[in-house]
């Protein structure tokens, strides 16, 4: 057992986490004694974890109810320090002879990129982290982008890349953002398991460091009704060998005939996986043209407003050529939607799809001509729950689970006042 002979102390604790379908994080605490335990047998966890809905109203199906136990397991390499005697791992689901359940939604990523690599493809995954600090600025101080708003929060940023060192988070920027009080915080790209990790941790190190400021941070796609949505882009690049497919082809910008197929097959299954990216209640009000947001389904060089934005292999780009997917936001399960964007890339590949044509102006200006993504509820969960590609990537445990949440989720708030929907769940996504 560890103890102060291992650098802990008595008091220190060991949280485990997972991300539900909602988007939101549901954790464990474990004293640092026992971290052995939570290694080798995990703590227990109701199958209704599955099927929480961001509200906490749970959701249950057929497989999820009252009756069965999971566990929460963590694996002692992924421990990161918080700061303060706070340890923090990131957990799987498992049943309890320790085999993994099929409702685990890392697992589910494990698998799509070990489906990668068994086609000599390997993936990287930088997340992008949009937030708004509440009782940071007024509107007298900010400006986008600025400088000011910048040093106004001088302190704030100081202590999150401090937290961010001894948590080993690498984070690449920050900045502000266009809304009032609202930040990105961009983290370098990884394998897409640890990638995902980073973003469940930078979101528990901004909460927690505002909270220490008497700030709140909000992870919401609209936290305020007429704002700034917050989205959660992933830009996303791939290898065949050792050779990047986004770069150094024959296509446009130097696409691959691979690239080109990984950009169509994400085009193609974005409307399968709204459900996915941006499926709460909240989304559609982020998710529309002029929010940047990726609601128009094409892709271009540096398009903002397309949903897939190609930042082509310049000296300007220093992890090389990457695809920027714009339509995820915060309530997404980043789990599940880096598995959706890997997946769909990888099917497109498999099926050696052609490059649609690049959209390079503001789709906007092309009245009807560029498709939008889905958003009324009907569209979006059809779509998704019709998806094969969906099942086969996540498997019907998955499928029944967020499927339900999500009925439940804009059966119940969809069509209540905007205003009131937004201050419910302003914090929901806050670690």
């Avoid at 005697?85 to 309890?96: H, I, K, N, V």
């Avoid at 097959?265 to 709204?274: N, Q, S, W």
């Amino acid at each position: 057992m560890p103890g102060a002979e291992d650098g802990f102390g008595p008091t220190d604790r060991i949280v485990g986490s997972i991300v539900d379908m909602a988007g939101v994080s549901r954790a464990k605490v474990l004293p640092i004694s026992r971290l052995s335990t939570f290694v080798d047998s995990g703590a227990g966890a109701s199958p209704s974890w599955t099927v929480f809905c961001v509200d906490d109203h749970l959701a249950f199906t057929p497989s999820f109810s009252v009756v069965g136990d999971l566990r929460l397991r963590i694996d002692g390499d992924d421990v990161r320090d918080l700061g303060n005697g706070t340890y923090w791992a990131p957990a799987c689901l498992t049943e309890q002879d320790g085999t993994p359940s099929l409702a685990c939604t890392r697992y589910a990523l494990r698998r799509v990129t070990a489906r990668l690599a068994e086609s000599g493809l390997t993936a990287r995954i930088g997340h992008e982290i949009e937030f708004a600090l509440f009782d940071a600025a007024t509107t007298e101080e900010w400006s986008a982008y600025g400088l000011n708003a910048v040093l106004t929060q001088e302190e704030f940023i100081e202590r999150l890349l401090a937290a961010a060192s001894t948590a080993a988070l690498p984070i690449e920027q920050v900045h502000a953002e266009a809304g009032l009080g609202q930040f990105e915080v961009s983290l370098a790209p990884a394998d897409p398991v640890e990638a995902a990790d980073n973003a469940v941790l930078a979101r528990a190190l901004i909460s927690r460091i505002a909270r220490a400021q008497g700030l709140r941070a909000s992870f919401s796609p609209m936290p305020v009704a007429g704002g700034a949505g917050n989205g959660a882009h992933q830009h996303v690049s791939f290898t065949e060998g050792d050779l990047p497919i986004l770069s150094g082809g024959p296509g446009p910008h130097g696409l691959t005939p691979a690239g080109g197929a990984a950009v169509a097959g994400i085009l193609r299954a974005l409307p399968e996986f709204t459900a996915v990216l941006a499926g709460s209640a909240l989304s559609h009000l982020r998710l529309r043209p002029g929010m940047w947001s990726g609601v128009f389904r094409c892709w271009g060089l540096e398009n903002r407003e397309a949903a897939v934005r190609l930042c082509a292999d310049t000296a300007g780009n220093p992890h090389g050529a990457n695809l920027e997917v714009k339509p995820i936001d915060p309530s997404a399960n980043p789990y599940l939607s880096s598995a959706a964007i890997l997946g769909a890339a990888h099917d497109g590949i498999a099926g050696a799809l052609p490059l649609p044509d690049e959209v390079s102006v503001d789709p906007a200006d092309l009245t009807g001509a560029v498709d939008l993504l889905p958003t009324l509820p009907s569209d979006v969960l059809g779509a998704f729950e019709s998806s094969a590609l969906a099942r086969d990537l996540f498997g019907p445990l998955i499928m029944e689970a967020l499927a339900a949440v999500k009925e439940y989720e804009h059966a119940e708030y969809r069509e209540k006042p905007v205003d009131e929907v937004a201050q419910r769940f302003r914090y929901a996504w806050t670690s």
